[in-house]
């Protein structure tokens, strides 16, 4: 009954029909979720018979797929600030050996830069101060500060033809986890959500954790809109997992009262509650009782995904020393495979830091370094545990860095601008080729 | 790569009122062009064979009869509807045609036609054809109002309703109890529960006017005043920062102080409006007008360095123009910024005709200093608060020194207006054909006679010719009232929209609000003292089978309250709420952390949240800051809107994180000990206090039943207590209000442990 109220309610006021009314590209354009399974409530299922059975395995708004679906699950690992693919995986020797020349107008061709950098004088191209080797079976260029990545290079799938719009931090993200460079649109974590629902009854369908990297302490900021519900409903929110006492805003109850208590006071709020119904007979009490014991159960399962301790060690040596410390990126990798086991739909991760004008070659070693073990073994762990095989990883930022060097050029030290129009991500999981490296159909940055 | 869902719409999915489709529906007898066709064509037809010219497949527009009716093919010699003729209707055979190659809406499309669906555009084919123009375009006529019933329903908003029941077998609902319609009646005026001693009061006063009396006295309250004016900041996307990158603060609250004064003068719909759209451009204007054009200038503004200043510039122009067509004329006006609407008569040149209104301002794209204030602004001194504006709320520390001044964003036009130009798919830097100020035609012809900036275009809006400015504007008063617009799609008025339940209704209103020379409080009266709005909201079985989303009103909607408004009732029940109006917005409790970490060290003073103190902590929750980036967290919990974009609607939500924010925020701990404590104050036996707690949260008086469960609730409480698994001294020093020692005590806490649950229920939180 609750349960069949909430879908009926969520059919009721987002209905798959006038959705495709209003979009003009109409459902086609989900091309991701093509990608995606989905699980769908069973008509029979035992949760919706009780009263008091909450359970976010809802079903999505889509009624089926076109074509069978290889993922069941997202972890997007994303990289914020732009980091710099001449350092990380687009193999660019011909960069060092014109050091320093000035970038030809052949290759700028008139293109837009940004404020920063569109006063300069002179634009020298500068090549990678770490050296790439090729790794794996079909071999992918991979810079020396990514050692642990090297070495899942045939589960990997890098990209570096990838292109963007947007040239500015903020409308680059946005455009990344909404689609749209303004904000106001939901964030893909929200769609999916939405269009496919949860397979995970105590936990969010959409899960979101931060950290702050050590290339670029302060740099650019986050924005929680990024993982915003925008018009959807705040059911489809992310849900901010922190490193903090309340590791879910106010999930923890009140100092001074014990779990009995608490217990009690549900109870006796699920009594009164039933006593109104049959008053006012709204189904939407049902609902609402039915939450209050949902977020009675994530108050167990909450804390229970994000306590690590009996993780054994060698799981921590693998996501590295970082991963025990709270808030990290390595902790927050490991936490996201632990949420890939409960099937939580979309697993986003923010790693600040990326944006270096200056000082690139320094900080990029702390900030690839940052990320590497965990991100590697996060990989291999989920491979070792059957999940890559339906989940989809993804890594990567914004927008790409310049060729050239934004500000004076020495012997060991240069930084790069923006760059939209050419930067690399790489992605892991089953719909995708491991191993396989698509290059730029027209490189910008002279190969 | 990845693809997303990329639409034009801003507004996003949205009900549809009238269903048309199922399976085993009887075909009506009379095909209905506007009910039964037009929703049918328009959502599968239009996209292809629609308003967009430069979309048009084989030639053929199907939302014209001319367009229809065409000679069509290379001889010239086919037709797609030949009206009484199905046979020779080329539409009719490619809509049933199994041949997939040759089927009408081709498979590729994802679109498909159901075969009633199909069936009533052959019937309509058979009967003629018939268009008729869109029913929001036409100029609104005043409606015959039904017979009245000496029985039910005294005003003729009951008439309008109770006719359509008769076609649907409902018949009214009883009066709601007396203490739920005035908690209802309170609520819905003023965002603020009546008191205990309110509810009694007004229990005990059987005089015909009581009810009268009531509203007359919360409409000429401030708190009214305030209540419409936090709806009106989601419409204006109002907020306390610059909405990009660092997020810096600004300062617009003056402009929000304009808001409550003008509903609390209860300042005509016209004058409210224009002085928003043109405030600058009335001659003579009063720094009064002028302030109150800051409703343009809430939209977005970058600071974030390399950014192109005219590409953002280009946005701000937009956002005005599309929060003028949403806000007014409930028009989707942003998916003709790229190319000609597909569905609504709006051509891009006439998005780019509205567009040049709004473009004119000596404005930056790119503002570069933190300290900026962007231009054109207006500097209110001191002299100007003692005076003309004294409704705004100065702190101190301003006001003691003469020199200083608020600056506040405004309108203002320059000397020359800047040229407009079409933009080609809506990109800043790809200019066409040069256009000049307008309006839609289809709409309302921009007439010569008006002066061609906003000050003509707010005369527009108002001229009695124009179809969409009063019926936009009741429909989403009725919204307040009734959870949702006779026209459920309050924000799109166009063919995707929803058919109105009841257009003669909905006319009715708009003629009357026009009128009555736009007088607001005036119409809310008239809803309010309607007997369908006085019905109960309980729920029957027939009621919920023949009619589940309560379309046809015969009894009254439960609604969810707003994000706004459960935190401020349960302020105002404890007696800590301060009714401070209008000021600097402040920082009540907020978990920690939540700037810090996202921040990227900019900001100033948005990078860190500094919790406010003393008073700050219990204003009411329209003066909550409004971080853009990281707005409050569980006001987004409970749907507030996140004021990125103008918003006339917001969902209403039922989810687990709500449940969190209710049971463990420090605010609502805190309210409901606060509550506890006038409970005992104002009553000396349990049985009373408890009696008080439950009139005070649910406006109801507890029966027999509600009195045991209350009982063994606060039994259960002292019991949990004793057996130490609540901590009195912990639980009571939870928020900053400080309880005396001699308080901290089992039978006390226990209290305070009651009014906590009964904060936290359906009933608490609803308005039935």
Not at chain 1, 76 to 92: I, R, V
Not at chain 1, 100 to 116: A, F, N
Not at chain 2, 496 to 518: C, M, N, V
């Amino acid at each position: 009954m609750s349960e069949k109220k909430i879908i009926d309610e969520r059919a009721l006021l987002l209905n798959r029909r006038s959705f495709l009314g209003k979009s003009a590209m109409g459902i086609g354009g989900v091309g991701l979720a093509s990608l995606l399974g989905s699980s769908f409530l069973e008509p029979n299922s035992p949760l919706s018979a009780g009263a008091a059975s909450p359970s976010a395995t809802l079903k999505g708004i889509l009624d089926g797929l076109h074509h069978p679906a290889k993922v069941k699950r997202v972890i997007y690992l994303f990289q914020s600030g732009g980091p710099s693919q001449l350092e990380l995986f687009d193999y660019k020797p011909l960069l060092n050996k014109r050091r320093g020349e000035d970038l030809p107008d052949s290759i700028r061709k008139g293109q837009r830069l940004t404020g920063m950098t569109s006063g300069q004088d002179t634009f020298p191209l500068v090549g990678s101060q770490f050296g790439f080797k090729q790794y794996g079976n079909n071999p992918a260029w991979i810079s020396d500060i990514l050692p642990y990545t090297a070495k899942v290079a045939d589960d990997i799938c890098v990209i570096n033809s990838m292109h963007t719009e947007a040239i500015n931090h903020d409308p680059a993200v946005t455009f990344f986890q909404t689609g749209s460079q303004q904000p106001g649109r939901p964030s893909i974590g929200s769609w999916l959500s939405y269009g496919l629902g949860s397979e995970n009854e105590n936990l969010p369908a959409f899960t979101v954790m931060l950290s702050r990297g050590t290339g670029r302490p302060l740099s650019q900021p986050l924005y929680t809109r990024l993982w915003g519900n925008g018009f959807l409903h705040s059911l489809h929110q992310g849900v901010q997992f922190r490193a903090a006492k309340d590791p879910v805003l106010y999930l923890n109850d009140p100092e001074g009262m014990n779990k009995s208590a608490k217990r009690s006071m549900l109870d006796h709020i699920a009594a009164l509650n039933e006593s109104a119904y049959t008053d006012f007979g709204d189904p939407e009490i049902q609902s609402r009782i039915a939450q209050y014991e949902m977020a009675y159960k994530m108050q167990t399962s909450v804390p229970d995904v994000m306590d690590t301790a009996n993780e054994p060690d060698y799981i921590y040596k693998m996501y590295g020393a970082d991963a025990k410390i709270p808030g990290t990126f390595a902790a927050n990798c490991l936490l996201a495979r632990r949420l890939a086991e409960k099937d939580v739909r979309f697993i986003q991760l923010y790693h600040m830091g990326w944006d270096q004008h200056d000082s690139l070659p320094s900080a990029i070693a702390r900030q690839a370094k940052d990320v590497d073990q965990a991100s590697a073994a996060l990989i291999m762990d989920l491979k070792q545990r059957g999940l890559l095989e339906d989940t989809l990883v993804v890594w990567g930022g914004e927008f790409g860095r310049t060729n050239y060097s934004q500000g004076t050029l020495t012997a060991d030290n240069y930084g790069r601008d923006h760059h939209p129009r050419c930067f690399s991500i790489y992605m892991a999981g089953a719909a995708l080729s491991p191993g396989f490296t698509e290059k730029p159909m027209i490189s910008d940055t002279t190969s | 790569m990845l693809l997303f869902v990329v639409s034009c719409n801003q507004n996003g999915p949205t009900e549809k009122t009238v269903s048309i489709s199922g399976p085993n529906k009887q075909l009506p007898e009379q095909i209905d062009f506007t009910f039964h066709v037009k929703p049918i064509l328009s959502d599968r037809c239009f996209k292809c064979h629609g308003p967009d010219k430069n979309a048009i497949e084989a030639k053929l527009s199907l939302h014209t009869a001319e367009g229809a009716y065409a000679a069509l093919g290379e001889h010239l010699d086919r037709f797609a509807i030949v009206p009484f003729e199905p046979a020779k209707s080329t539409l009719v055979g490619r809509i049933f045609s199994e041949d997939e190659a040759e089927m009408m809406p081709p498979p590729e499309s994802n679109l498909a036609l159901t075969t009633y669906e199909k069936e009533i555009l052959k019937r309509w084919v058979e009967q003629g054809a018939e268009y008729k123009t869109h029913w929001a375009f036409d100029a609104p006529v005043k409606p015959e109002i039904p017979e009245l019933d000496a029985s039910w329903g005294a005003t003729p908003i009951d008439a309008f309703i109770r006719n359509k029941w008769q076609e649907m077998g409902l018949s009214a609902s009883p009066e709601a109890e007396k203490t739920l319609l005035l908690r209802r009646l309170t609520l819905d005026l003023t965002g603020l529960p009546p008191r205990p001693e309110e509810l009694k009061a007004f229990v005990a006063d059987d005089s015909p006017e009581a009810y009268t009396k009531v509203v007359d006295r919360l409409l000429a309250s401030v708190d009214h005043a305030e209540h419409m004016a936090a709806e009106w900041m989601s419409v204006a996307r109002y907020a306390d920062t610059h909405g990009y990158q660092d997020d810096f603060e600004r300062i617009m609250w003056p402009w929000r102080d304009w808001v409550i004064h003008a509903f609390k003068e209860n300042m005509p719909y016209d004058e409210f409006v224009t002085y928003q759209l043109a405030g600058d451009l009335i001659p003579n204007a009063t720094k009064e007008q002028i302030l109150a054009t800051g409703f343009n200038r809430n939209h977005k503004i970058t600071y974030e360095g390399g950014v192109i200043p005219e590409e953002y510039r280009v946005e701000y122009v937009e956002d005005r123009t599309n929060t003028f067509s949403t806000a007014f004329l409930g028009l989707t006006m942003e998916c003709a910024r790229c190319h000609d609407h597909k569905y609504d008569p709006i051509s891009q040149e006439e998005h780019f005709e509205l567009f040049s209104f709004f473009n004119n301002l000596d404005e930056k794209g790119l503002v570069s200093d933190k300290n900026e204030i962007p231009a054109p602004y207006l500097s209110l001194t001191q002299e100007d608060i003692d005076g003309v504006l004294a409704f705004v709320n100065a702190p101190e520390n301003t006001t003691d020194q003469k020199a200083k001044t608020i600056d506040v964003m405004v309108m203002k036009d320059m000397s020359a207006p800047r040229d407009t130009y079409i933009l080609n798919r809506g990109v800043y830097n790809q200019p066409t054909e040069k256009v000049f100020p307008g309006t839609p035609d289809r709409i309302l012809e921009f007439s010569d006679e008006l002066p061609k900036n906003r000050l003509g275009l707010a005369e527009w809006l108002f001229d009695e010719k124009n179809p969409l400015t009063a019926r936009v504007a009741v429909n989403r008063l009725w919204q307040r009232f009734f959870g949702v617009g006779l026209v459920s799609t309050s924000d799109d008025f166009g063919n995707q929209g929803s058919l109105p339940t009841h257009p003669e209704l909905l006319d009715y209103l708009a003629i009357t609000f026009r009128e009555k020379a736009w007088d607001m409080n005036a119409m809310i009266s008239l809803i309010v003292h309607s007997d369908t709005y006085k019905q109960s909201s309980k729920l029957t079985p027939e009621k919920l089978e023949i009619d589940p989303e309560n379309k046809w009103l015969s009894r009254a909607p439960r609604l969810r309250l707003s994000a706004e408004v459960i935190r401020d009732q349960a302020l105002a029940m404890s007696g800590l709420l301060v009714k401070e109006v209008g000021g600097p917005s402040v920082k009540p409790y907020q978990p920690d952390g939540l700037w810090k970490e996202t921040t990227g060290g900019g900001g100033g003073s948005t990078a860190r949240y500094v919790q406010g103190s003393g008073s700050e902590l219990y204003r009411k929750s329209m003066y909550t800051f409004w971080k853009r980036t990281v707005p409050p967290p569980s006001m987004l919990s409970f749907d507030a809107s996140s004021r990125d974009l103008c918003t006339v609607k917001t969902p209403q939500t039922n989810t687990p994180l709500q449940a969190l924010v209710l049971l463990n925020d420090p605010q609502i701990i805190e309210a409901a000990r606060g509550l506890a404590q006038q409970s005992l104050h104002k009553n000396n036996t349990l049985e009373d206090q408890l009696e008080y707690l439950y009139l005070a949260t649910t406006g109801s008086l507890p029966d027999a039943s509600n009195r045991k469960q209350l009982t063994a609730l606060h039994a259960e409480m002292v019991d949990q207590i004793t057996r130490k698994e609540v901590d009195p001294e912990t639980y009571l020093s939870v928020g900053n209000s400080k309880v005396e020692s001699s308080m901290q005590n089992t039978s006390f806490t226990a209290l305070a442990l009651t009014a906590h649950t009964l904060l936290n229920l359906d009933q608490t939180i609803t308005r039935s």
